[in-house]
């Protein structure tokens, strides 16, 4: 059974940093490709950044210049450092392991202007 569970989000106000971190259980982080998603109440599910097993990254171009996407695979953890955060990036966010359908319960990011 695969589990994933978010956490760091918050509020902050516009130009500030947060770092999300995301942990998965089931023995598959190492042979997964992990990637991070935003939704925004009544929107699809965006694809923001991955990063392949070899930690390769790739970002959408809305957050390629702001956002890190990165990897420990001793933790079994995914991380995304988001920097110079705007209001638009309010949102909950998600991870997930490419190919697994499963979600965590995500975690609320709020940017105040």
């Known amino acids: 059974q695969v589990q994933l569970v978010e956490s760091g989000g918050g509020l902050v106000q516009a130009g500030e940093s947060l770092r999300l971190s995301c942990t998965i259980s089931?023995?598959?982080?190492?042979?997964?490709?992990m990637a991070w998603y935003r939704q925004d109440p009544g929107k699809k599910r965006d694809m923001l950044a991955l990063i392949t097993i070899g930690g390769t990254p790739n970002y959408a171009d809305s957050v390629k210049d702001r956002f890190t996407i990165s990897r420990d695979n001793i933790k079994n953890t995914a991380y995304l450092q988001m920097n110079n955060l705007k209001p638009e990036d309010t949102a909950v966010y998600y991870c997930a392991a490419v190919g697994w359908p499963a979600w965590g319960q995500g975690t609320q990011v709020t940017v105040s202007s």
């Open positions: 089931g023995n598959i982080f190492g042979r997964s490709t």
